[in-house]
């Protein structure tokens, strides 16, 4: 039997943050951000947790950016 996904949508707008992936008005990084919205999905699903994060190159960017990750290299 498979279990029905539970799944859970946040928006950023990508303007509101530097190319280093803090946010213009509070300084915070996209990651914690990212941290928020998984304590929120766990609040909202208390018995869950999130296992994936889905979205597009320029949000993936945009995290790697707010970790000061290297570069990957070819």
Known sequence: MIEKEISETYYHNPNDYTE???RIGDGISFRDVIKEC???????????????LYANSKTMKLLSNSCNAAPKKS
């Not at 998984?38 to 994936?52: C, I, P, Q, V």
């Open 20 to 22: 280093k992936g803090k």
């Open 38 to 52: 998984e304590r929120d999905f766990h609040r909202k699903h208390s018995t869950e947790y999130a296992l994936n």
